[in-house]
């Protein structure tokens, strides 16, 4: 799953057609992790097919965070294990109401992987991830939201629908905006203030001076919504 998953994202980050990216899971779960009967069967050295896996999985969580195009990710069910780092790696997250979040990683002898350990922390503080990884907690929707974990709750049966909703209204928004808010966001973690600035203020004079913030302004200024390319 893991090198079909990160082949799709990457397809998906290069195929210029593609304005928004979307992903759930199939079925009941989001993502349950690794496939512990696979890990079993390459007993003593599980370790090291986890090890191969896992240079998927954080191709993937990478690419994620850092292509220029939104992601959007819908959380149905379960979502545990190697996949909470490219579940939270989306930059709109939206759950339905059974949505349930652990790391599980302890119960199996492993560290937490998938980039979680890299993620956590700035979403939620040290305090929360340490509780969800040591404390074994299990968050439910609510507490998901209340953490920051997710943007929205649907009713489940609304989950697909509101994520489609989500993703084309992404999907006609201003393109190079978008993909330079991305890069600003990414990047404030390594720059200082001063160089975060200079670079808002040199990507703000781009975005500003290109067809999406000409038709946005038009737009504004005949009363219509802008219709972006």
Same mark, same amino acid.
């Given at each position: *799953?893991? $090198?079909?998953? %990160?082949?799709?994202?990457?397809?998906?980050? %290069?195929?210029?057609?593609?304005?928004?990216?979307?992903?759930?899971?199939?079925?009941?779960?989001?993502?349950?992790?690794?496939?512990?009967?696979?890990?079993?069967?390459?007993?003593? =050295?599980?370790?090291?097919?986890?090890? =191969?896996?896992?240079?998927?999985?954080?191709?993937?969580?990478? $690419?994620?965070?850092? *292509?220029?195009?939104?992601?959007?990710?819908?959380? %149905?069910?379960?979502?545990? &294990?190697?996949?909470?780092?490219?579940?939270?790696?989306?930059?709109?997250?939206?759950?339905?109401?059974?949505?349930?979040?652990?790391?599980?990683?302890? =119960?199996?002898?492993?560290?937490?992987?998938?980039?979680?350990?890299?993620?956590?922390?700035?979403?939620?503080?040290?305090?929360?991830?340490?509780?969800?990884?040591?404390?074994?907690?299990?968050? %439910?929707?609510?507490? *998901?939201?209340?953490? &920051?974990?997710?943007?929205?709750?649907?009713?489940?049966?609304?989950?697909?629908?509101?994520?489609?909703?989500?993703?084309?209204?992404?999907?006609?928004?201003?393109?190079?905006?978008?993909?330079?808010?991305?890069?600003?966001?990414?990047?404030?973690?390594?720059?200082?203030?001063?160089?975060?600035?200079?670079?808002?203020?040199?990507?703000?004079?781009?975005? &500003?001076?290109?067809?999406?913030?000409?038709? &946005?302004?038009?737009?504004?200024?005949?009363?219509?919504?802008?219709?972006?390319?």
């Amino acid at each position: *799953m893991a $090198t079909e998953l %990160n082949t799709a994202v990457q397809d998906a980050a %290069n195929d210029d057609s593609v304005k928004c990216v979307v992903i759930t899971g199939k079925g009941r779960a989001f993502s349950s992790g690794g496939d512990v009967n696979e890990m079993g069967e390459h007993l003593p =050295k599980a370790g090291d097919l986890f090890y =191969k896996l896992t240079e998927q999985i954080h191709s993937c969580f990478a $690419t994620i965070l850092t *292509m220029p195009k939104p992601v959007v990710n819908s959380l %149905n069910g379960i979502v545990a &294990g190697g996949a909470l780092g490219f579940a939270l790696a989306g930059d709109y997250r939206i759950a339905g109401e059974s949505a349930r979040m652990l790391s599980a990683h302890f =119960k199996r002898g492993f560290v937490p992987a998938g980039g979680a350990t890299y993620l956590l922390p700035k979403l939620i503080g040290l305090g929360r991830t340490q509780a969800l990884f040591f404390g074994g907690k299990t968050l %439910n929707s609510s507490e *998901m939201m209340e953490w &920051g974990l997710v943007h929205e709750i649907v009713e489940d049966k609304y989950l697909n629908e509101r994520t489609l909703e989500m993703a084309r209204e992404l999907a006609s928004g201003p393109t190079d905006a978008i993909a330079e808010t991305k890069r600003l966001l990414v990047e404030s973690d390594t720059l200082s203030l001063e160089e975060e600035l200079k670079r808002e203020r040199e990507r703000n004079r781009d975005s &500003g001076n290109s067809g999406d913030a000409v038709e &946005g302004i038009k737009a504004f200024l005949e009363k219509r919504e802008p219709e972006f390319e």
